[in-house]
């Protein structure tokens, strides 16, 4: 049992981690093992491990787009905070460790008069999770601040610097969406601007958020990509969602794209959610709307979802 022999290799981790306290939306069960690499060896380490001993192992950033099984996972949770955080300049542009919050790199960005981060501050979780799924909102996405990524290989354990072009975003999509790759740092180019500017962009965004999305409520973000004709919201609103509920998971009766946890809901509630409200936009509208929560399990339980067999 490959367990055992972890605990022996990497001492400095936790056992029957909590899903709940490493997810935004506060469901899931536990996850065998987490650890906390403090360098890219570390990475390197466990993912040598991993193929070794045919070991699972899923990377998670703020946990702010995950959804994880009630049963828990069988496996290796890989989280880069806190050792991978430092942010600073690395010639003309920033670089960012992937465990690092985005409102830190804001924070950075704002004491050196640095604009264009300000959209990425209003998205939670870390810098590498933001950039795996090409996190946005409000007409921008992180796509648009990218230079360059530092990772490791999945397949080799190898260390590699991908230029913008390879990193390959798309809508919620990169490179790294995957699996072929952990990222640990990445590169940004900024302009300068003044720090009113910085504030008055950064409020503006904020403002607009704590107006149309439940952020008091817990949640994964949104639930769907955006679709050919626009947003996922408007289609599930359309068909009268708002505060329709399965136990205590519910779509928000504030913005019809989040899904959140009223009370004390479960992975499964949510699951039943997805596929009800996915299978009621198909037959109404003949769309299929792909999930942009990323599932973490034993088994792909959202991609078995009745629905879902369309994808």
């Keep these: 049992m490959w367990f055992d022999e972890f605990l022996k290799r990497f001492s400095a981790c936790e056992t029957n981690a909590d899903f709940k ?6 469901t899931g069960g536990k996850a065998k093992v987490l650890f906390r690499p403090t360098c890219e060896n570390d990475i ?7 193929h070794d001993n045919s070991a699972p192992i899923f990377v998670i950033g703020g946990g702010s787009n995950c959804l994880a099984a009630d049963e828990g996972y069988d496996g290796i ?15 003309e542009v920033v670089k960012a460790g992937a465990g690092a919050r985005t409102a830190m790199l804001y924070s950075f960005c704002l004491a050196n008069e640095l604009g264009g981060c300000e959209f990425l501050a209003n998205i939670p979780g870390t810098v590498g999770g933001a950039t795996v799924m090409n996190a946005g909102c409000f007409g921008s996405c992180i ?13 080799d354990g190898k260390f590699t610097h991908l230029e913008r072009d390879e990193l390959k975003f798309s809508e919620r999509r990169s490179v790294f969406s995957d699996g072929e790759y952990v990222v640990t740092a990445v590169y940004f ?3 300068h601007s003044g720090k009113k500017e910085i504030i008055k962009k950064y409020n503006d965004i904020a403002l607009a958020k704590r107006a149309s999305q439940p952020l008091d409520k817990p949640s994964f973000g949104s639930v769907f990509k955006r679709t ?6 408007v289609l599930i609103d359309a068909l009268g969602f708002k505060g329709f509920s399965i136990n205590g998971a519910k779509v928000s009766e504030k913005h019809a794209g989040f899904f959140i946890n009223e009370k004390n809901a479960t992975t499964d509630d949510f699951l039943t ?39």
């Design 228 to 233: 050919e004709t626009g947003s996922a919201a």
């Design 21 to 26: 306290k490493l997810t935004t939306v506060k």
């Design 77 to 91: 949770v890989l989280k880069l905070s806190p050792y991978f955080s430092q942010i600073d300049f690395c010639g």
């Design 189 to 191: 180019s900024f302009f």
């Design 273 to 311: 959610l997805i596929d009800i409200v996915g299978q009621k936009v198909r037959d109404r509208y003949g769309i299929i709307l792909s999930p942009e929560v990323v599932y973490v399990g034993n088994q792909d339980d959202l991609g078995r979802l009745p629905y879902a067999h369309f994808l």
């Design 143 to 155: 796509a648009d601040v990218v230079t360059g990524a530092d990772a490791v290989s999945e397949k």
């Design 44 to 50: 390197a380490a466990v993912i040598k491990f991993s």
